[in-house]
C-alpha cells in the first residue's frame, strides 16, 4: 500500500555558502534532507562529502538520505554512518549485486536502498527488493540539478509499486530529479512515495512555500476524485 507522502531536498541546489542557514529555513517542513555524493567518477561532477555530512549532522535532527552518485560505496559505508548519515541508496550501475553492501549498512545501523538510472531497466533492482528500505527510480541522468524530467522512467516506478504491493514488502519508493510543480503529480499517481526536489525548492524565492505546494499537489493526486455533484 503507498505511503504518505514523503519530501526530501536536495541539497545540491542549495548555497553552499550558507548551506546551514538554507536548510535550517526548511527543516521544520521536510521529512527528508537528500544528500548528493558524487566521486567525479561514477558520474562526471564531484559535490560534497563526509565533513559537509558532519558539519551537517551538528545541525540538523533530519534524517539524512545520501545518495552515493560514486564507484565503490562499500568503501565508505562506515565512515557515511560516522558522519551522521541515516541512510544510503547505492547504483545498480556501480554495484550490481548490492547484497555485501545492504549487510555493512545494516551493522552500522544505516537504512539501506538501491538506486536505477533513467535507462537501467527496473528488473536489474526487483531481485533485491527484499534486501532494502528504500528504492530510488532516477528521472534524470545522475550528476547534476536543474535537470528536464524524464517521464518515460514513470512505467518503471509503477512496476516498482507494483512488485512492492505484490510482495507485501515495507520499502519506500523515490523518485529524483527534475520533480516540481509540474511534475510530481505524475510521480504520485505512478507510486512514488518520497520525492526528491532541489531546484523545485531551493530555486525558489519561498523555498517554505515550494514545499508545501508539493506536498499538496502529489497529495491531492491521493484524494477519490467526486464528481456528479449530487
Ligand atoms: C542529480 C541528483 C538530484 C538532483 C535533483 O544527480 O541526484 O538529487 O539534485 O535536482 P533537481 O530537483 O534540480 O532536478
Ligand atoms: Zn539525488
Redesign the pocket.
Known amino acids: 500500500m503507498i505511503r504518505p507522502v514523503r519530501i526530501a531536498a536536495?541539497i545540491?541546489?542549495a548555497d553552499f555558502a550558507r548551506l546551514g542557514e538554507d536548510v535550517a529555513r526548511v527543516e521544520p517542513f521536510l521529512d527528508l534532507l537528500?544528500v548528493?555524493v558524487m566521486d567525479g567518477h561514477f558520474?562526471p561532477n564531484i559535490s560534497l562529502g563526509l565533513p559537509v555530512i558532519r558539519s551537517l549532522r551538528a545541525v540538523s535532527n533530519l534524517p539524512f538520505d545520501c545518495?552515493l552518485?560514486i564507484t565503490d560505496p562499500a568503501d565508505y559505508v562506515e565512515a557515511l554512518s560516522g558522519a551522521g548519515a541515516t541512510g544510503i541508496t547505492v547504483h545498480m550501475e556501480a554495484v550490481p549485486d548490492p547484497t555485501g553492501v545492504a549487510r555493512m549498512a545494516r551493522e552500522v545501523g544505516l537504512e539501506f536502498g538501491v538506486v536505477i538510472n533513467p535507462a537501467t531497466p527496473f528488473e536489474t533492482m526487483d531481485p533485491f527488493l527484499e534486501l532494502c528500505d528504500i528504492v530510488l527510480v532516477?528521472s534524470?541522468e545522475?550528476?547534476?540539478?536543474?535537470?528536464g524530467f524524464i517521464s518515460s522512467v514513470l512505467a518503471k516506478v509503477e512496476a516498482a509499486r507494483k512488485a512492492i504491493d505484490n510482495r507485501g514488502l515495507d520499502v519506500a519508493l523515490e523518485i529524483?530529479?527534475?520533480?516540481g510543480p509540474d511534475t510530481i503529480g505524475a510521480a504520485r499517481s505512478a507510486g512514488a512515495d518520497v520525492f526528491?526536489?532541489?531546484?523545485?525548492i531551493f530555486?525558489r524565492p519561498d523555498p517554505v512555500a515550494a514545499i508545501s505546494e508539493l506536498r499538496d499537489i502529489a497529495s491531492s493526486r491521493d484524494r477519490p476524485v467526486v464528481g456528479g455533484g449530487d
Do not use: N, R, Y
Open positions: 536536495s545540491l541546489a537528500h548528493d558520474v545518495h552518485m532516477m534524470v545522475p550528476g547534476f540539478g536543474g535537470q529524483d530529479g527534475g520533480i526528491v526536489a532541489g531546484t523545485a530555486g
